[in-house]
């Protein structure tokens, strides 16, 4: 079987995947629209390619936070990912590092902080948390975090309580005995019922930008206003997403609110994008629409199941290999070169 | 069967219940064009999620004409619930009591409204009636209902004739022998054809007031124009519906009209809508749009056909965590917290 | 097998007929796009319908060019009734005679006008003409129909050439041996191949109007320019038709460009529609958006195809009860209260 | 089997050319929205039919570049015509010429263009070129066109790169050891990865310019900005292309983007049209939309794969047939009296 697009991926992993494995990853929250909403919403934006321009020269890389990565897609955060490849997050910090770009490690990594950071010295890696009831659980989280070399921490705001998830509840899914949440040492079910804290609120903001030095990138953001809010407390970056689509179904597309919340942000933070992203072209389009990079959830997943290490490498390099070559055929050689003229939204 | 969600009833309704019953529930008028909108129109509807709001302590309770109720979801009035569970409107009336929210019966029980009262003494319920071309039926009915403690009473407006429903005819639907309009002491043919009045106009709303100290409201309004009439001749509430896409096939969906009834109320009296509520967040749609509360109607009749009184218990909490779980994925932890703010219509 | 609504008879036609018959009929122009699209148009537009008005008396008569029919549907020129049914168009002019309507007669019919006249005698006809090469053949088909009682001339002006109909190509389509198109005395073959004249204008509307004292409505108009120039040239009624979709492939479906023409005629003369009518409330749409009376093309073909002149009726008692209701449920008691506040289009 | 229609030319060579020869004409690029696309807006274009019109002389000729040809479609560059006819090319020089029409020859033919030339003599050609990285194969090119009377050049400009075409990695298309790209004595695996220059921009169509007294028609246009700065650059005409949706996959509709050019290039030079003509109409939509002429790709592919030249006859006399009765059913007789008034946009 030839892997030739991220689709072929996918029919792996569900192919070969135990299917309360896959239905996990897979899973979005109530009618799945919003999971489903956010590769439709792609279709709808059209290229305005322009001609003979000279690219010869393609350079694809980027910055996010001040840091080269070799294209402008990262790892999104996703959980568990032994139940993809035996070795884990292990093969996701290394994959990412092979390839010169971000992985956010999530804090459902069934794989330490220690271990990941062990398994691919010197790569670039943010950090993925939630705040929990018990602050001090956060607090050593984003210590541990910074002091391994993290270079930022994501704040997942989108989860005060887990969504509906339809096939995860007929299939009772619970990680296999063999797996642990390693950071949190505890198992899954009790971290989903009772760690996460729903009365969080933009103070804790402040909170958190007391115990660390890093850089707090806001995740989850999905409208002008929130955007409005993250940059007044200091954020120094938003990821729009809406998990994947597996918390408030029939939310907007993350394409869709991607203009929304860039247009209220000004320039003054850098906004990425994860969310439906299944080819190079939809790269482009987020960063002609704004994006300073976009992250790949369940593509990454797909990469793992096939050859772990070696198979997310695949998908990044297919990714990285069609985005520069729909930067060509729009007309850009460089990142700097696209823009919002480079895309209209199609009338129907 | 894990029943995970109301399309899991529903699926569970129509391998079980005999087809005739089936497709008298199912029906809609002529190609069921306004059945199927009623649902599909809350996928053009999408959420606006606020992020990093305190929804630790949720409160889903409201108030309806003064009478607090668990959540903002009732039982609309629907006929011939021994056709879906034998204790009929008995077990609707002890699940809705159980659930501590409001049951509309309806004229076409097949229990009578004593049997009614009594299988769920306190509960809070309103009565549901059409204007017979016997008045003095229609006045015994408002009278009856009083006594036994109805805390108001529905006026269905569009039925001046039943909806061309194309199964029945096929099916030559009617009620088993066994099964009575006990409430009007008739069989179904006889008052299907003759028993109701498409003489009335808005002035059988005083006559109606005249009869009764109980508040009237008004269903089946659908447009602003008759939203304000409604509003004139001073009853107290309006139910947005189409009868389930029984009547006139190709009106508006509920969802759609609610829009322009609350702009023509302009709060003057309360709104709700019936019709097409299949998820927690269809409701919360609705209380974004300006309704006060909404009513189910085809659920309902799942609900008893799986397990009667317990079934309907199942369905209501369903929606009940659904509704409470998408308010706090939305940033809301309390109804008066909803508002237009939180949709907006798709492009699409 | 109970006919409830003309999608039954339809089925029963597509079943029963010999395919060549069933393919002619059923046959649109190349994709057969605007075939599909006069259908498809109808639900797009929506009742804002209105309740508690008095409905208890209903009349759906109506008048067209003066002469009151019982309602607003008439039999639109469909050719080789034969085809359908044995007695061919004798039945037909029996059928719409029973039921008090207008039957428009094809120049392509299979039995004599003569012998339409004599099948149902003072029944309301008009008579549909095209203008051929020879002009003298026209010119005798004019004063019969004017001899016989038929009451107005119908001008079809989209067919300077036939349409391509894929399907009749495929089939090798021509009338069996024993039918002819009796009013030219010739076969269909020729007929199909030379006899109308693609160099008509506008001016040759003056040479019919020298030759009758009948009124004339053109058939085939699209367009509010046409619209306007129809007016100019003094004919008495417009038919908005594409002909069933059978010629230009790709026009507007007829009840969209209904609404430009009514525009522009401006209620100078009547304005009829031909075209994707299959229930009653297509027909409360139309006169709502500006149609005096509706025709049926193919639901005629189909209740001949059922059971003759007692097979159209049928079809024609259904149309009437389908728009009686939809009146009632849409608040009007009376063709005279139907208007264009009484639908919308849909965004979608 | 009847050939009606150019979908039947479609289906027939699906069947009996080898899957990896139709894989390699039917790919378009990634998910083939684009290739889709350019037939799906078709749909969207509706036409404002005349009525009454003169149409009895049809006039269909049309000129390009000064020169009349039989009706206003031409033979688009497509490679590898043996692939679909063992003569090739040749089958193709003899078919336009026959249906006195034009014909773009590829660069990638696998007949050379003495060849060509020597197989229709008199024929109107124009030769398609890319300017390679070689620029001496480019001259040389040119020189043995112009030498051989091809009355123009076409520059590609959307090839800087291949396009991702999922079908042709999978099957490793490359062509079979009998043909070769005869007029760059190379074989196809060698010029796909290496020929073409990258670097081009529209400073090189001064270059070309200096080499040739041949008009030059620009093709792969899509925007106005590139409109402008073609017709600024001193091109003779602009073929709007997408690559038949090979390149860039998720651009516009070639028949969408047409519009936007037309209205930029204000007359200055011609405008064509290729990608999505499947039917006559089709043709009158783009001549309505502003184009002079379109050129079609696939269709003359299964026309080869059918019967060869023969087989091409066929589709340019279906397609002219099919655009001669929509001209004459739309009203107009000549193409002068085809224009922006003769179609709409469907508002969906």
């Given at each position: ?16 995947l ?19 909403e ?6 709808r934006?059209?290229?305005?390619p ?11 890389r ?17 959980g ?12 996701t ?69 887990t969504?509906k ?16 949440l ?5 198992d ?25 030095h890093?850089p ?29 689509g ?6 907007p ?18 906004v ?10 939809d ?12 992250f ?14 070696e ?28 823009g919002?003229?480079l ?6």
């Open positions: 079987m030839a892997m030739v697009c991220l689709s072929d991926f996918e029919a792996y992993a569900k192919k070969y135990p299917k309360i494995a896959w239905d996990y990853f897979a899973a979005g929250a109530d009618d799945c629209n919003t999971r489903d956010n590769i439709l919403a792609y279709k934006i059209h290229f305005r322009r001609m003979l321009r000279d690219v010869s020269m393609m350079d694809i980027t910055k996010i936070l001040g840091t080269e990565i070799s294209f402008p897609v990262g790892i999104a955060p996703t568990f990912h032994q139940l993809a490849w035996p070795d884990g997050e292990k093969s910090a290394r994959a990412a590092k092979a390839m010169n770009t971000c992985y956010i490690a999530s804090t459902y990594s069934t794989c330490t902080l220690e271990e990941i950071s062990a398994a691919a010295p010197g790569g670039l890696r943010w950090f993925q948390l939630y705040i929990h009831r018990n602050r001090a659980t956060s607090q050593q989280l984003v210590q541990r975090a910074e002091a391994l070399g993290f270079q930022a921490l994501v704040l997942t705001t989108d989860v005060p309580y969504g998830r339809r096939d995860d509840i007929r299939n009772g899914f619970c990680l296999p005995p063999h797996m642990k390693k950071n949190l040492e505890r899954f079910e009790v971290c989903k019922m009772s760690l996460l804290d729903p009365s969080v609120t933009w103070n804790d903001i402040y909170w958190l930008q007391s115990l660390t890093l707090i990138i806001i995740k989850g953001i999905l409208t002008k206003e929130d955007a409005e809010l993250a940059v007044r407390h200091g954020v120094q970056g938003i990821i729009v997403s809406n998990h994947g597996r918390q408030l179904d029939e939310g597309a993350t394409i869709d609110a991607l203009v929304e919340v860039v247009e209220a942000v000004r320039g003054r933070v850098e990425y994008l994860d969310g439906g992203i299944r080819k190079g072209s790269v482009l389009k987020a960063l002609a629409l704004g994006a300073k990079c976009v790949i959830g369940r593509p990454t997943l797909w990469g793992l199941a096939y050859k772990g290490e198979g997310l490498r695949d998908v990044l390099r297919i990714l990285q290999d069609e985005f520069r070559l729909s930067m060509a055929l729009a007309g850009c050689a460089r990142v700097s070169e696209i919002r003229h895309v209209q939204f199609s009338k129907l």
